[in-house]
């Protein structure tokens, strides 16, 4: 009775699924049929089959020889998920509630405001503005100053065009 398979993370189960996809579709374009192909790695096709399905308790050591039959590599890169995501670039975008997690000073600047987690963008521009003494711009993230630079730019009296005044001589 075989052993059941380890606990993988779920990262690790799609990798495993897709470098088996990989293999099976080498093993198609090179039109060879599961048999001669496990036959050739010194396989059974049965393990061939768990190899391209990605099953994670198939030895390492079948796996290579799977790849090395059908012509491919093994090779290992750093993991994607080990290095740092860029941030989203959000010049002149504005949230409908602004989020007071995500932005330090707004949330150490509204000490005061209790029972909420956000606030408008009116909201959050006003405590911005009200105690503008107290902002550490060379601290503030590149995050919370495009936010504040949007916050100013819409929301702002001289930024806004007054359509009612007439310019009579």
């Known amino acids: 009775m075989p052993s059941p398979a380890p606990l993988t993370p779920e990262q690790c189960a799609a990798q495993l699924q897709a470098l088996g996809a990989q293999i099976r579709a080498q093993r198609k374009a090179l039109r060879l049929s599961a048999t001669v192909t496990a036959e050739a790695a010194g396989l ?6 768990r190899i ?4 994670p308790s198939v030895t390492m050591g079948a796996w290579c020889n799977a790849m090395a039959a059908l012509g491919m590599g093994l090779q290992a890169t750093p993991s994607t998920a080990d290095t740092a995501k860029p941030a989203p670039d ?21 000490w005061q405001v209790h029972g909420t987690d956000t606030l408008t963008p009116a ?18 993230s590149a995050n919370e100053l495009a936010l504040l630079q949007a916050l100013r730019l819409a929301l702002s ?9 007439s310019d009579a001589v």
């Open 90 to 110: 959000r010049t002149g975008w504005i949230p409908a509630r602004v989020p007071l997690a995500d932005y330090p000073q707004l949330r150490a600047l509204a």
């Open 157 to 165: 009296p001289s930024a806004k065009t007054d359509t009612g005044a």
């Open 52 to 55: 391209e399905k990605g099953e």
């Open 44 to 49: 059974s096709r049965v393990t061939l089959h």
């Open 123 to 140: 909201e959050a521009l006003g405590i911005y503005e009200r105690n503008a003494r107290h902002l550490d711009m060379q601290a503030m």
